[in-house]
């Protein structure tokens, strides 16, 4: 039985994508996107019901390490989905695919060795990893990227460089028909929407993901007053090229992408509490529920 009163090991979310493929074979398929740099087995989940594929709901997790909460989210997100089934309305009209970790060795290196790791693992010559959330090769290295290694937003030697980002535009290339693509990481409460590598860009449908950020929004601090800011990241944060939501968007020609930066805690705002996963995970949720059906309707 999973809970969502501690934060678990890379493996440790292996074992449970396994065991609900086990549980509900008519309901989970997991299947492995390729390996890290280190060797970590990347695993996706495929939750369906019926026998004809539907539109996708893509969430991704993990890219930044010591983000601890984005995996703790996507696997609540994935609990809720297929071990409640109240929620079998949200799998009328989407399938949900869910890639949990995204950068396993640097989430392991935050538990062994550096709590506050960011990157991948991959060795440079003076300093590892590229930070996976610059390495996308859409408008890669214009904006906010550094081409220096030890840098924590180094870019990588090229687009594409790293192989956790190889796996994830791979498996979004592979896959039909998806409609919607959500990446998760902490902190700050914010709501991106595409695009991120250059000031003032916004997609033909800004408007649209406007308006469906803010009924999100509403939603979320109906619960426990958390409010996001919402906008393109350029314009309420900062410009950052080679992200895998302007990939999403840009590359892979997903027409409704969103980054959330979930609500920080502990010390240093990336190391929140285990105590308070459950209220993030509870009222994020209900957030994304919205979300999905009024993608749903559109579908
Ligand atoms: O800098 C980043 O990669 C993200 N912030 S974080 O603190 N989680 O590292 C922001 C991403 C920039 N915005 C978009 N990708 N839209
Ligand atoms: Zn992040």
Request: hydrophobic fraction near 30%; glycine fraction near 10%.
């Given at each position: 039985r999973i809970s969502f009163d501690q934060y678990l090991r890379h493996?440790?979310?292996?074992?449970?994508?396994?065991?609900?493929?086990?549980?509900?074979?008519?309901?989970?398929?997991?299947?492995?996107?390729?390996?890290?740099?280190?060797?970590?087995?990347?695993?996706?989940?495929?939750?369906?019901?019926?026998?004809?594929?539907k539109p996708v709901f893509f969430v991704e997790a993990g890219m930044h390490a010591r983000e601890w909460i984005s995996p703790a989210l996507s696997l609540y997100i994935i609990n809720q989905l297929v071990e409640n089934p109240d929620n079998r309305g949200l799998l009328?009209?989407?399938?949900?695919?869910?890639?949990?970790?995204?950068?396993?060795d640097g989430y392991e290196f935050t538990w062994t060795s550096n709590r506050m790791w960011r990157k991948t693992r991959?060795?440079?010559?003076?300093?590892?990893?590229?930070?996976?959330?610059r390495n996308f090769g859409f408008h890669w290295m214009e904006n906010g990227a550094s081409n220096l290694e030890c840098s924590e937003t180094y870019a990588g030697k090229e687009a594409f460089s790293e192989v956790e980002a190889r796996n994830l535009r791979d498996i979004l290339d592979a896959t039909d028909n998806i409609v919607a693509f959500i990446s998760i990481h902490s902190y700050g409460q914010y709501l991106f929407y595409p695009?991120?590598?250059?000031?003032?860009?916004?997609?033909?449908?800004w408007q649209e993901l406007d308006d469906l950020a803010h009924k999100v929004n509403d939603v979320i601090s109906a619960i426990n007053g958390t409010?996001?800011?919402?906008g393109s990241s350029t314009e309420v944060m900062y410009p950052a090229a080679g992200c895998s939501d302007d990939w999403a968007m840009g590359g892979a020609g997903i027409d409704i992408v969103y980054v959330f930066?979930?609500?920080?805690?502990?010390?240093?705002?990336?190391?929140?509490?285990?105590?308070?996963?459950?209220?993030?995970?509870?009222?994020?949720w209900e957030g994304i529920k919205v979300m999905a059906d009024l993608i749903a309707q559109d579908a």
């Open positions: 493996d440790e979310i292996n074992s449970y994508l396994d065991q609900l493929a086990s549980d509900y074979p008519d309901l989970v398929t997991v299947s492995t996107i390729g390996q890290s740099y280190e060797n970590r087995t990347m695993k996706i989940i495929r939750i369906s019901t019926g026998t004809t594929p009328e009209d989407l399938d949900w695919i869910v890639l949990p970790s995204l950068n396993p991959s060795p440079g010559v003076m300093c590892s990893g590229t930070d996976g959330n695009y991120s590598y250059d000031v003032g860009l916004k997609p033909d449908n409010e996001y800011t919402i930066e979930l609500p920080g805690g502990g010390k240093e705002g990336f190391d929140l509490p285990p105590e308070r996963i459950l209220p993030v995970c509870i009222e994020t």
